[in-house]
């Protein structure tokens, strides 16, 4: 991984309980696999423990670590460095995209909460005039609280699932689309089930947990933000790739919809994009995944998993060959 992430990922407590776990063969993280001591320690590994920063894992790396039997990744996606190449060989791979969905779900409440309260164009509005609000100007809110809502996720993702969970706070009706989640499922996870289509023209905030996959890149197209009712928020932690840029600011600049946007197409916009100055657009820098004191969730998470490795226990959180095409 990335050197400068190793203390953040594994603080004192966390890094004690890996020394306690396993021998390490190199005390500080590897950046790249070239170098010497790199090479001693593929030669001898039987675990590889990762994170950000971690360059290609492929099948001529996997050539120089014969003795390698498990990949635990201390951040989400495993997809952007490890080959496929990794599973052919019987190795077990985990990642700790469960600790990084928490801060995303947490984002994500409070962005459906101060969202729906029309916090952003209030406090705009509020900072230029430095007066109070008046009934008219609540009125062009379209509708204001939580209250009722109708709250339609899209995807049931690790994040998506944990967003279901917190949702219960609210008094809302919670719709679901995911192709991969029958009837039963859904009950259990006390949601609505439905199709896309429904849930964008029904739903006052519809919230994007699907992964970036070929078949939900534009899933948000400009026919399907055309079926959103005037006033729904939209909110994306996902990828900018699911949405169509292009024509949600369309309907971002004329008022019709709000959105909060932690993720963008092109990410960051270009400078003069009219979404940088909206008052009904929140836009933050890709932020909602793990930050600062929230990133020891990953390495203790990856701890657990070496811990549960070493004594011979299942994984807690394996990635499967069969889900490369369907998960983050």
Known sequence: MSPGLLDDVFPPSVRARLEESADLL??????????????????????????????????????????????IHAAGTVKTFLSPTAFDRGIVVSSAAAANAVPVAEYTLAAIIMGAKRVFPLADQFRTRRTHRTGADLDRQHWLGTHGLTIGVIGASRIGRRVIELLRILDADVLLYDPYVEADEAERLGVTRTDLDTLVATSDVVTVHAPDTPETR???????????????????????????????????????????????????????????????????????????????????????????????????????????????
């Open 26 to 71: 190199t005390p500080s993280a590897i950046s790249e696999f070239g170098s010497p001591d790199a090479a001693v320690a593929l030669a001898s590994a039987e675990v590889m423990l990762t994170g950000w920063g971690c360059p290609p894992v492929d099948a001529a790396l996997l050539d120089r670590a014969p003795g390698l039997r498990a990949v």
């Open 218 to 328: 534009g899933l948000l197209d400009a026919r399907r933000i055309a079926l959103m009712r005037p006033g729904t928020l939209l909110v994306n932690t996902a990828r900018g790739s699911l949405v169509d840029t292009q024509a949600l600011t369309g309907h971002l600049v004329s008022g019709r919809l709000d959105a909060v946007l932690d993720v963008t197409s092109p990410e960051p916009l270009p400078n003069g994009h009219p979404l940088w100055e909206l008052p009904n657009v929140f836009l933050t820098p890709h932020l909602a995944g793990a930050q600062g004191n929230e990133v020891g969730r990953l390495g203790a998470l990856a701890v657990d998993e070496l811990v549960r490795y070493a004594q011979g226990a299942p994984l807690a959180h394996p990635v499967h060959r069969a889900d490369l095409g369907r998960i983050a």
